[in-house]
């Protein structure tokens, strides 16, 4: 496999339920991203790991917790979600967390909550 | 502190015909510029960048953009626009501020292209 994997592709959850979605990529990047599309948005950025090490925090509620064990995988740990958390989630990594390295994303997880 | 503004949610063409979509940004540093592709039920997909350099970039499936400066613009163009092209395209800004932004992409609102044949 190559490129960035995501996993799975739809989700639907009750509000009291925990559920992760996973996110690996096979291009040896050191950063990795978690990205919210909702309709009419723009993108919004959430969560930043740059070898590991969460370096951001996008001010995203604690009802969604990320996990990053290793510089290939990256969690989305969900629970206690409201019906506007429903939304598009785009992992993505990068050779490097700086300004010109491009994002290379994966095709998302289409996430219902209901 | 750095925006994009895209010009235009939707664009109408016809098969063979130049596609304009615009893209204005703005950021307190020299930026770094992108142009993504969504197609539907995918994630994006790098079109092309500008870091440092030539103004014209060239990108894939036959897409460029221009950076000026002056109009603080980077503006994507193909000269014959293709029924495959149908999607929703991305700019993005990001600040060249000695490679410490962490990857903090400013995206625009999207531009959906629609091609009729």
């Known amino acids: 496999e190559t490129g960035v994997t995501q996993t799975p592709r739809h989700l639907v959850m009750g509000m009291t339920n925990k559920k992760s979605l996973k996110c690996e990529q096979h291009l040896g990047h050191n950063a990795m991203y978690w990205y919210k599309q909702s309709a009419k948005k723009p993108l919004e950025l959430m969560f930043v790991y740059n070898f590991k090490e969460q370096t951001e925090n996008n001010s995203v509620p604690s009802r969604f917790s990320p996990e990053c064990p290793n510089s290939s995988h990256l969690f989305l740990h969900l629970h206690t979600l409201q019906p506007e958390d429903s939304a598009l989630y785009l992992c993505?990594?990068?050779?490097?967390?700086?300004?010109?390295?491009?994002?290379?994303f994966g095709n998302g997880t289409r996430l219902t909550v209901t | 502190a750095q925006s994009v503004t895209q010009l235009g949610s939707h664009v109408s063409v016809s098969e063979g015909a130049l596609v304009l979509l615009r893209c204005n940004y703005s950021s307190s540093v020299p930026p770094y510029l992108f142009w993504y592709v969504q197609y539907p039920n995918q994630g994006l997909q790098l079109l092309l960048k500008y870091t440092t350099g030539a103004t014209l970039v060239k990108g894939i499936n036959g897409f460029e953009a221009e950076f000026k400066k002056s109009e603080t613009s980077f503006h994507l163009t193909k000269p014959s626009a293709h029924m495959s092209d149908a999607a929703e395209y991305f700019c993005a800004v990001s600040g060249n501020a000695g490679g410490t932004s962490y990857g903090k992409l400013t995206f625009g609102q999207g531009t959906i292209l629609t091609v009729h044949p």
């Open positions: 993505a990594s990068s050779q490097e967390a700086g300004g010109n390295s491009p994002l290379h």
